[in-house]
């Protein structure tokens, strides 16, 4: 099992950039496939990026390809999103989220979820 924790959500203007980190408990983070998701009030969670166990894959929703940056450091069982050029439809809460079995982008098979962090963009 594996418990996480986000951080590093706040206010920012939009063009302005933002660092996203999720810590984990747990000796076996090594071995998921971490997540992020995020959602806004009245939609549903959406997925934003994914990186393999061992970092050596990532993949990311349209949204945010060539602005979101995921990556994570094993020796430190942290999982960052870096989000640059950030835009007013990105404000949401985001989620880190653990996957031991799966390389998927659907929320449901993530068993590990984080309590989220806000991220607000201004106009």
């Known amino acids: 099992q594996v418990q996480l924790l986000e951080s590093g959500g706040g206010l920012v203007q939009t063009g302005g950039s933002l660092r996203l980190s999720c810590a984990a408990s747990?000796?076996?983070?090594?071995?998921?496939?971490m997540g992020w998701f995020r959602q806004s009030p009245g939609k549903e969670r959406e997925f934003v990026a994914r990186?393999?166990?061992?970092?050596?894959?990532?993949y990311y929703a349209d949204s945010v390809k060539g602005r979101f940056t995921i990556s994570r450091d094993n020796a430190k069982n942290t999982v960052y999103l870096q989000m640059n050029s950030l835009k007013p439809e990105d404000t949401a809460v985001y989620y880190c989220?653990?996957?031991?079995?799966?390389?998927?982008?659907?929320?449901?098979?993530?068993?590990?979820w984080g309590q989220g962090t806000q991220v607000t963009v201004s106009s």
């Open positions: 989220a653990a996957s031991e079995t799966f390389w998927t982008s659907y929320s449901s098979s993530y068993a590990y």
């Open positions: 747990g000796r076996t983070f090594s071995t998921y496939t």
């Open positions: 990186i393999r166990s061992n970092g050596g894959s990532t």
